[in-house]
């Protein structure tokens, strides 16, 4: 069954530094979203993604955030200086979007820690 | 207010019982609805989705809707020990990036 890949798992990485959380979408889907998770918090939407632009973004992505789909599968996410209030778990999600059907899948996640 | 609304729980119910979680959510355009179940440390599952007004079934899970009353629920049946987790309810405005709110999540513990 497809799935949403997200490589690392785990990054780790001082206040000040550029950080870039990859994903891999399911091949056949359209639109790919991050979210990011704090711990203890809900899941916050960040940024969605469509025919290579960016569709809507969230009050949290400032111009530190950027995504690019750099090939066919590839969607990433890149932190141009990382902040302490950055440390959180990051899910990729994508959709197809047919039909009647919106459904998201998430993938594994990355766990930011900013030290 | 809040977009979307949980009882954080935790819920607790016995193996083999009946249980139901509940979200309100704020936005009256609201199309699409979605479960989904997050064990700690991991991302979010989807478990059902339900787009319009009644009950939809996937096994020992139903999920209602009632859009004139802003409510969505989940009912889990024959609950096993594995279904401990914690059950996020996200709705979708049918903008154009089809993007989902989450609410804070219910922690259910079903006792063995």
């Known amino acids: 069954e497809p799935e949403v890949t997200q490589t690392p798992s785990h990054q780790v990485t001082q206040m000040g530094q550029e950080v870039i959380l990859r994903c891999v979408p399911i091949?056949?889907?359209?639109?790919f979203y991050w979210y990011r998770q704090i711990l203890g918090q809900k899941v916050e939407f960040l940024v969605s993604?469509?025919?290579?632009?960016?569709?809507?973004k969230s009050e949290i992505f400032d111009d530190q955030f950027s995504v690019e789909r750099p090939d066919g599968s590839n969607f990433t996410l890149k932190i141009r200086s990382t902040k302490l209030e950055d440390s959180a778990m990051y899910f990729c999600?994508?959709?197809?979007?047919?039909?009647?059907?919106?459904?998201?899948?998430f993938g594994p996640g990355t766990r930011l820690t900013v030290t | 207010q809040k977009e979307v609304e949980q009882n954080s729980g935790p819920l607790s119910v016995p193996e083999g019982a009946i249980a139901s979680l509940n979200c309100t959510y704020s936005?009256?355009?609201?199309?699409?609805f979605f479960w989904y179940r997050q064990y700690s440390g991991k991302s979010p599952e989807l478990i059902m989705s339900?787009?319009?007004?009644g009950d939809k079934e996937d096994g020992r899970f139903t999920a209602q809707l009632n859009k004139a009353s802003q409510y969505v629920s989940l009912l889990i049946r024959d609950s096993q020990p594995s279904d401990s987790a914690t059950y996020l309810c996200?709705?979708?405005?049918?903008?154009?990036?089809?993007?989902?709110?989450f609410g804070s999540g219910t922690r259910l513990l079903v006792r063995p």
């Open positions: 091949s056949n889907h359209l639109y």
């Open positions: 999600a994508s959709t197809r979007v047919g039909g009647s059907s919106y459904e998201q899948y």
């Open positions: 996200a709705v979708g405005r049918g903008d154009s990036s089809y993007k989902l709110i």
């Open positions: 936005d009256r355009v609201s199309q699409s």
């Open positions: 339900i787009y319009s007004n």
């Open positions: 993604f469509y025919n290579n632009e960016i569709s809507e």
